[in-house]
């Protein structure tokens, strides 16, 4: 998807293909759902109870997907944040 938007962007493009946007839209959702169904949840309070590693990785990733995906829909947000990163740290003299 990161390619994809990359492309759109290089090429002057104001969004990525529908299509294709559809399709990579649909891949994440599925992946994240497989992801679930392979990590099973561990009963208990979130105060007790320490969940499987990545079970609340994908529950983010589920439930925040629409935020985690913005990138692919408006051209002008990065899709990771190492230029922010870089800019916070002091260059090396």
């Not at 105060?47 to 829909?73: C, I, M, N, S, Y």
């Amino acid at each position: 998807m990161i390619h994809a938007t990359n492309l759109a962007r290089a090429q002057g493009k104001e969004a990525v293909a529908a299509g294709t946007l559809a399709m990579f839209t649909k891949m994440f959702r599925g992946g994240v759902a497989v992801g679930l169904s392979a990590v099973k949840r561990t009963p208990g309070s979130a105060k007790t109870v320490t969940q499987p590693v990545g079970r609340v990785l994908l529950e983010v990733l589920r439930d925040r997907a629409d935020d985690v995906l913005r990138f692919a829909h408006d051209l002008r947000i990065p899709p990771t944040n190492n230029q922010a990163e870089r800019d916070l740290r002091p260059a090396k003299t």
